[in-house]
């Protein structure tokens, strides 16, 4: 994990008619092992960056919305290739949730969290230093983030 993030960097969907750009630090890496996340990414977790919304940019194409169950995220696919590139929880506003897989440079990218392991395949492990069984609450996000800038200083 680089702590100076190599701002700004580009990414895009599979097919590459939705482009964007990150030009903040993502403040939390995880690694979603949910039921939902395993279906939408065809995988054993999804892997994500939080960002603020405003260090996002969608440079080429335009997301639509899809995955729906509920109305407490909302995720955003390219409409060509069907990717799963970002979404908005609703619980926490003012943050976007990027697929970490969606950068062009994905090297220095490692799950800081893994969250709802109480739904992970047996054989899917990360590395990452701290997990929860399902998602971390309110009162463990300022911990974890402090944790989080900690972790990116000790293994840039």
Same mark, same amino acid.
């Given at each position: /994990? !680089? =702590?100076?993030?190599? $701002?700004?960097?580009?990414?895009? &969907? *599979? ?6 750009? /990150? !030009? =903040?630090?993502?403040? $939390?890496?995880?690694?979603?092992? &949910? *039921? ?12 994500? $960056? ?107």
């Amino acid at each position: /994990m !680089t =702590k100076d993030w190599n $701002l700004p960097r580009e990414g895009s &969907c *599979r097919c590459g008619a939705v482009r964007l750009t /990150m !030009t =903040k630090p993502a403040i $939390l890496t995880a690694a979603c092992h &949910c *039921r939902g996340c395993q279906k939408m990414s065809a995988s054993s977790y999804s892997l994500t $960056l939080m960002l603020p919304e405003d260090g996002l940019t969608v440079t080429a194409g335009e997301p639509v919305l899809g995955g729906l169950k509920g109305d407490t995220v909302r995720h955003f696919f390219c409409p060509s290739c069907l990717t799963w590139i970002f979404s908005k929880p609703q619980r926490v506003p003012g943050f976007i949730n990027l697929r970490a897989t969606m950068l062009d440079d994905t090297s220095d990218i490692a799950p800081f969290i893994e969250t709802w392991t109480d739904e992970k395949l047996a054989f899917a492990e990360t590395g990452a230093p701290k997990r929860f069984p399902q998602f971390p609450g309110p009162e463990d996000m300022a911990p974890l983030r402090r944790d989080f800038a900690e972790w990116t200083e000790r293994n840039p």
